[in-house]
């Protein structure tokens, strides 16, 4: 409330932050390691993940006001209140409980009279049977023959997660299945992903929560008419080749697919949270579910470490504040994440849903506007391919982007190449430094000089295991609650999202009609209507 003491208190945490920020904006990163040379000690370890934040542009003095002002906005209840099931998604009057999803059966969490684990368990003990079943053979497609191919029709958190979660676990995956990824409505996304598939032998997974979702649905009665032309036109063979992650049976149903093959999830299970529900299928079918569950558990571990480290170890917690510093008071716009695993390619885009979705707000949850900046464009590539491409403008370009390393000290089971993987780590390890400290070299001419002082973290794991994939994952999603408390902002709506379907839904209707007379588009938008149904016809 504007005007509380918690309000006064958080204020003036703000404002001792914006009066310590000149005297650490022109101080370098030696400068800094020379006056404080114990800075090795700026990591945290939990969960299997090693956090070291030494290269950061900040001081002691920089964290302890950082700490302040997360205190004064009450981080830890915030914290206690989403674990208890309390509804922090204030806009649409909800609870936010993906850490419910990874819970270990056994645990009680009573939300609105319902025991939430005990839901979740349920699903997953019917994913899991269903998995089982598709992977030992023993659930055949229409014609009796085994299911091989597995097609995830999503967008969104539907899409993302499960596929960012496929390309880092492929290691653990069945070798003898095919899996593919569908979201965009453009329907060259549909055909590349059906390309060399025998409809015999292919799942779809079709991941809508309401089952009406415009651009899944479009993609999922594609595929439905490209199964019935291979199968015969038998509408009795849906029931074998598709399953539904959703909650309207009826919708469902009326599709072909048989309800006992339909998977549930919850209302406070945003899509961005919801690779740890049965949207995480087709991950299930892929590496199986023992493996599914060790995943679930890496997110258990770092959901405690969150929940009850200080705040001043908590690797969630420290990774918020490095990005309220960045965004708030050095004036950077965005966050580099740069993994040197390529089981990581599709990390970057993933996190650019999570944060940009989640942060990009510009109201309160009481309804006042923000003033200050809030969101960081979120983007990335895998290591070492970033070295020969925009890393030319991270070492010697104008712009300050701050930069998250992941590596691990080993490669995945089956994938070891003599010593490449000290290779890759020797890079990530020297990018950091040469960021960091640049060169010292005063007979270079200037255009080979790096001024340094561009910072970075740098987070570290024994191996990309299922385990460590869920607690890095969820590191993030804690990360960006962070920041949602601190800007006071609700990072878990996205009506920015719900307006562009509804505009979708509306032209769509108008381009397909007869009669444009009464369309109401500004004059741009108009007029871009009519051209596209001449020139489309």
Known sequence: MPGSPVRRMADAAWDALVAHAPHVRDRTLKELFATEPDRARMHVEAAGWYLDYAKQRVSTETKRLLLALVEARDLRGRIDAMFRGEHINVTEDRAVLHVALRMPKGTQLVVD???????????????????????????????????????????????????????ALHSYSRRDMRFRFVSNVDGADLIDALEGLDAAETLFIVSSKTFTTLETLSNARAARAWLLAALGGDEAAIAKHFVAVSTNAEKVAEFGIDTANMFEFWDWVGGRYSMWSAIGLSVMLAVGPDNFRDLLAGAHAMDEHFRTAPLDANIPVIMGLLC?????????????????????????????????????????????PVDVPTGEIVWGTVGTNGQHAYFQLLHQG????????????????????????????????????????????????????????????????????PFALGA???????????????????????????????????IAAEIAAADDSDLAHDPSTNALIRRYRRRSS
């Open 324 to 368: 309220c510093w960045y965004r708030d008071f050095l004036d950077a716009q965005t966050q580099a994440v740069v993994p040197y695993a390529n089981a990581l390619v599709k990390l970057p885009s993933y996190l650019q849903q999570l944060e940009m979705e989640s942060n990009g707000k510009s109201v309160r949850t009481d309804g006042s």
């Open 398 to 465: 104008t712009t300050l982007v701050p930069i998250d390393f992941i590596g691990f000290d080993r490669p995945q089971p089956d994938r070891e190449l003599g010593d490449q993987q000290d290779l890759l780590v020797a890079n990530l390890f020297a990018q950091a430094e040469g960021l960091a400290f640049g060169t010292d070299d005063p007979s270079l001419p200037p255009y080979r000089v790096m001024p340094g002082n561009r910072p970075s973290s740098t987070l570290m794991a024994s191996q990309l295991t």
């Open 113 to 167: 009279g319902v025991d939430v684990v005990a839901e979740v368990h349920r699903v997953l003990d019917r994913m899991s049977t269903f998995a089982s079943a598709v992977r030992d053979g023993s659930h055949v497609g229409h014609t009796g023959r085994r299911i091989r191919n597995v097609v995830n029709i999503g967008i969104g958190g539907s899409d993302l997660g499960p596929a960012m979660a496929y390309d």
């Open 472 to 506: 890095l994952v969820a590191a993030y999603e804690h990360k960006v609650m962070t920041l949602g408390t601190i800007w006071g902002i609700d990072s878990f709506d996205q009506w920015g999202v719900e307006l562009g379907k509804k505009l979708a839904q509306k």
